[in-house]
């Protein structure tokens, strides 16, 4: 009876330690993913100021290195033609 109660005890601590660092692992910060963001674009007033929005926002987040730009439109659309 005296080994069962030695092996349980060292069961649970093992369990317990092993519970205690995957909460701390938990808690960690993850690495972050880079921010993937769409523009849409169909107005043709619009194109002078997409690439000075895309900017901003790459700025906002820290750069090219967090964020990855794509400018979408829907055909026909005289926006298109503008690039």
Same mark, same amino acid.
């Given at each position: 009876?005296?080994?069962?109660?030695? @092996?349980?005890?060292? &069961?649970?601590? +093992?369990?317990?330690?092993?519970? !205690?660092?995957?909460?701390? !692992?938990?808690?960690?910060?993850? !690495?972050?993913?880079? @921010?993937?963001?769409?523009? #849409?674009?169909? *107005?043709? *007033?619009?194109?002078?100021?997409?690439?000075?929005? +895309?900017?901003? #926002? @790459? *700025?906002? &987040?820290?750069?090219? *290195? #967090?964020?990855?730009?794509?400018?979408?439109?829907?055909?026909?659309?005289?926006? +298109?033609? !503008?690039?």
């Amino acid at each position: 009876m005296h080994r069962r109660n030695m @092996l349980w005890g060292a &069961v649970s601590a +093992i369990g317990a330690a092993f519970a !205690a660092s995957r909460a701390g !692992a938990a808690t960690e910060p993850a !690495a972050q993913a880079k @921010l993937k963001v769409v523009y #849409h674009l169909n *107005d043709l *007033d619009k194109v002078n100021f997409l690439p000075g929005s +895309i900017q901003n #926002h @790459l *700025d906002g &987040v820290g750069g090219p *290195d #967090h964020a990855a730009a794509a400018v979408g439109a829907r055909a026909p659309s005289p926006a +298109i033609d !503008a690039f």
